[in-house]
């Protein structure tokens, strides 16, 4: 399976209102529930105005359209991190998956990964 790298660095942040994210940036995932509003961008597109925030996050992404009846790919891909002591943030679209490591854990998940059959392309 491949893996694509995602370029630039990523804030996990929290916003009071959803006027307070902007749309029309390049990258964007909201999760919004009863307790809070959630959003995952660049770091340079974070809003001001956040009410929590955790910068330093680098991604990758499963390469292509995953097909909904596949199982277990992120569960293969969270159980090889977990192993070499690397904590995710994961988000899905409907296309594919993305999973977001601390900066300084990045180059360690490339390797573990890479060292159990992923390619990086």
């Known amino acids: 399976m491949n ?4 370029p630039g660095t990523y804030t996990v942040c929290k916003v009071s209102a959803m ?14 529930t009863g307790d809070e509003i959630s959003l995952v961008c660049r770091t340079q597109d974070t809003p001001c105005n ?3 925030r955790e910068d330093g996050w680098k ?3 499963v390469a292509g359209t ?13 159980g090889i991190l977990a192993e070499n ?9 409907y296309n594919t998956d993305y999973i977001l490591v601390k ?5 360690k998940a490339v390797l573990a990964l890479t060292a159990s ?3 990086f392309v």
Not at 3 to 6: A, F, N, S
Request: charged share 20%.
């Open 19 to 32: 006027q307070d994210i902007d749309l029309n940036m390049e990258f964007c995932f909201i999760g919004k």
């Open 3 to 6: 893996l694509e790298i995602l």
């Open 117 to 119: 059959g992923y390619s």
């Open 66 to 78: 995953l097909e909904f009846s596949l199982t277990g790919i992120l569960s293969k891909l969270s």
């Open 103 to 107: 900066e300084y854990d990045f180059k």
């Open 85 to 93: 002591g690397i904590a995710l943030f994961a988000v899905s679209t």
């Open 59 to 61: 991604g990758f992404r």
């Open 50 to 52: 956040t009410t929590e």
